[in-house]
Nanobody
């Protein structure tokens, strides 16, 4: 069983910044990819970004590319999502996830999910 705990959500103004964190614990694999999904009110859940187990590879959807940055601290089993210049359309519940490989996110799902953290962007 893998537990994922998100932190850092809240209210942010457009043009500001926010950092989301996610810490994994429990029966984690020796190497695993991490990523974020989000779900806005009345919309389907969507994949946002993923980072490889060593942090060397990252992938972002076009909507956040250039504004969001993923990083990872392997020693702490923690992933960070730096959200710069957020927009109102980034308002959503953000879910931390893990998969064996980053390519697994192409399937649109994940093996393990956190409970989610609310991000609200005010204009």
């Amino acid at each position: 069983q893998v537990q994922l705990v998100e932190s850092g959500g809240g209210l942010v103004q457009t043009g500001g910044s926010l950092i989301l964190g996610c810490t994994a614990s429990g029966r984690t694999r020796s190497s695993y990819a991490m990523g974020w999904f989000r779900q806005a009110p009345g919309k389907e859940r969507e994949f946002v970004a993923t980072i490889s187990w060593d942090g060397d590879f990252t992938y972002y959807i076009d909507a956040v590319k250039g504004r969001f940055t993923l990083s990872r601290d392997g020693a702490k089993n923690t992933m960070y999502l730096q959200m710069n210049n957020p927009k109102p359309e980034d308002t959503a519940i953000y879910y931390c996830t893990t998969n064996p490989e980053t390519r697994d996110y192409a399937l649109g799902t994940a093996d393990n999910w956190g409970q989610g953290t609310q991000v609200t962007v005010a204009s």
